[in-house]
Structure formats: C-alpha cells, structure tokens
C-alpha cells in the first residue's frame, strides 16, 4: 500500500462511518499534470468557469486571425487600398479608450483588495464609460462606413473587417453590461478584500477583450 505523504493530504471526509484522508493527487480530475495545479503554480486569478469561456472566445478570435491572413494572402491588392477608407482617426481614439478601460479595471482590483469600495465603484463606472464610448465611436463608424459606401461586399477585406470589428463590438457589449451587474454586487456587500473571485473573473475578461483590440486594430487599420 502506497505510503501517503504529509503534505498531500487536503481533508478528511467520513466514507462508510470510517474517516478517510483524501489526497491532493486523489482530489484531482487526473485531466492535467500536477504542475498546473495551483498548488504547484500558484493561484489562477477569476475562476476555472471564466478561463473556459476566455478560451473558447480566443479560439473563436484565433479563427477570425487565420481567416485574415488567408484573405489577405488571396486579395493583396484588396487588403492593401482597404485601410485607406477607414476612419484611422476613430480606430486610434478607440485604442486609447478600451487602453484606459483596462487601466481603470487594474485601480478598481487594488481597490477592493484594501477593501476601498467607493474607489473601487468609481473605477468601475469609469471603466464601464470607456466601454460606452468605445461603442458610441464604434456605431458612428458604421455609420460613416455606410455614408461611404463601404459594405459588407464592397471588397473581401471589408467582409473580413465587418465580421472581426462586430464581433468584438457585441464582446465589449455585453462585458460593459456586466461591469454593471458587477457595480450593483458590489454595493450589496457581494465582494471584499477576501472574497472577489467574481470581480476578479470579470477583469480577466475585460483585459482579454482589450486584448483582441490591440490585435484588430493594427492588421485592420495599419497594416498594409
């Protein structure tokens, strides 16, 4: 029988009226290695539920990138004159925004790991601003895109454009509302310097989606 060591055994539990000690190898889904285990690599910040979802969205994002390069590879010519009808102007200001959003994201954690919750709200209406703003510009540019003409089917690099900027639109559509969700949370007392792991889920999320921006925006608009 194996020897069970100190240091792995997490708890005991009562199995058939007989205490028994359940083993940190044991307790494992046996799915992936130890060392990625948080005792091994240390903590995973948010949850287990908000990193599937984080992946699932990047393989989702991940296929938009191949799909591009493809294209491009296909159409040079299109993707070459394509950036050159875009409004560059509101790309820019909207990289600045959704850089600003992650920022105040980053002061509203350290802000309720000290249990700040007046800055830690404030910084996250602002964070919910930005992502408003960032929204608002985003609809004006369709809509300046459509006064120009530009459409789905103008060209193969506007039909890649529409489907990775409109994606990424409804991400920052539904994280903003969920910054709300979480605002309201925290007002009943949901989350402290010891318990924010929803909080904290969310902000992973946020920076994922600002993330993606950084990638979109210079093979959309810079990249010729």
């Not at 191949?66 to 909207?94: D, M, Q, R, W």
């Not at 789905?152 to 994606?167: D, E, G, I, L, W």
């Amino acid at each position: 029988m194996r020897q069970i060591d100190k240091d792995d055994v997490n708890w005991i539990v009562r199995l058939d009226g007989k205490l028994m000690s359940i083993t940190t190898q044991q307790k494992s889904l046996g799915i992936f290695p130890r060392s990625w285990s948080e005792d091994k690599a240390g903590r995973i910040p948010g949850n287990i539920p908000i990193w599937v979802g984080i992946l699932s969205e990047l393989t989702e994002f991940g296929i938009f990138f191949v799909a591009y390069f493809i294209a491009k590879y296909h159409y040079p010519e299109a993707f070459s004159e394509g950036p050159k009808y875009l409004h560059t102007s509101i790309g820019v200001t909207n990289t600045l925004v959704l850089l600003s959003s992650s920022y105040f994201m980053a002061k509203a954690m350290a802000n309720i790991r000290v249990d700040n919750f007046k800055r830690c709200e404030r910084y996250l209406w602002l964070a919910v601003a930005c992502g408003a703003t960032y929204l608002i510009l985003k609809t004006y540019e369709f809509y300046w895109n459509d006064l120009e003409n530009i459409h789905t089917n103008t060209s193969t690099f506007f039909t890649v454009y529409y489907y990775m900027t409109f994606n990424h639109f409804l991400h920052v559509g539904w994280a903003a509302c969920a910054v709300v969700y979480v605002i309201f949370r925290l007002r009943s007392g949901a989350y402290s310097s010891k318990e924010h792991s929803g909080l904290e889920a969310l902000a992973v999320y946020w920076h994922m989606i600002d993330l993606m921006w950084i990638l979109i925006f210079p093979l959309l608009y810079v990249l010729r």
